[in-house]
């Protein structure tokens, strides 16, 4: 496993407008009474509306729908909140939301409060939570399984389970699928080896390279086809349950397989991917953001002799990005709630086990 660094940034802009109309200028004998010039300086210039924020247009439901929810809001978490009323529209929403947000924060940090609008229009406060897994990079060796299908065949069948239902029901990407992620990087290393013009180069460990990049392309191929076949998830639990281990190793990989078995029975349809939401709305999406296939992949092996090379494409890359793709749910307050609920336990249970897994699979390699 490897990690990576993360920032998150984010900037909002207002524009301030101030009209005034020229006035004409008559003779006069008298200077006529004016109010001080300091009065002037006193006004109050508020910012206008921008057409790019069309949205915030319809003040009535905008309005209606933010101190609806923020009454629900600051009953469920127990906050007093001051509406603003001296100050004009959206400024008052505006001064009242960081206000609150600001106490929503000391009550709650891993939380953050967004007022968001749905495409029909319909305004709402929303509270925010995201599960990090602590920017660490799942990448789950193949190699193991043809290993332990010429070693160890009841281990092999039980792996196989456990990896087909996180390649089938978690979501997981394989490096030996069209277009994947590290699959993609595979072929860029033998791309630069196959275009190496260097005459002093090692011939014949340049023969060996090019020769385990194709072996580990044909073999990812083969480990796809055999983590898509249903009886592996079929007889999960059978395997589990017949699995005899010889040793403290298999014993501690039995109980991981069997964590891995009863998350599949209590989250069945589950998927990595069913809470992902979009960070950004933009074409610089795959250049900015962390995506989920590349940080949790099936690749060859931890031994692999272009490992180094994978890891380096992958660290370049992922340190460009400025934010990842995490699980995040959202609770809404346009109805009343009985109190705080953002429930992740599936990515909890899900990253913990996959950490034990990480371990098994190096403990079994030896």
Known sequence: METISKTRKGSLGLRQTVRAKG????????????????????QKFYPLLSKEHSELSDVKEITKGFYT????????????????????YPLNIGKCFNVVSKSLEKLDSSVELRFLQDQKGKARLATVHSFSNGNTLFYLPTEIVFHLMANDLPTADLLLSVYSYLFRYVGIAHYGEK???LGGIYEMIEEMYLQEEDPDRDEEYYSYIIGHLEFIREQGAVCVAMLNEVAHVKEFEDRAKNYRPKNKMRRDFLQTARGFLKLFQEFPKRNIHDRICPLANDDDYNDSVIRVEQ??????????????????????????????EEPTTFQYFDIPQDGAHHEHDFEKRLCELLHELTDNLIDLKK
């Not at 929810?69 to 004009?88: F, H, M, Q, T, W």
């Not at 992949?297 to 934010?323: I, R, S, T």
């Open 295 to 324: 940080y949790l992949h099936f690749f060859w092996d931890f031994d692999c002799p272009v490992k180094q090379e994978l890891m380096d494409y992958v660290n370049a890359e992922l340190n460009e990005c400025g934010q990842m």
């Open 23 to 42: 006035l004409g200028k008559g003779k006069t004998k008298k200077r006529t009474a004016c109010p001080h010039r300091i009065a002037f300086l006193a």
């Open 69 to 88: 929810s923020l009454e629900n809001l600051c009953s469920c978490y127990g906050i007093v909140a001051e509406r603003y009323k001296d100050l004009p």
């Open 179 to 181: 277009y994947s992620y």
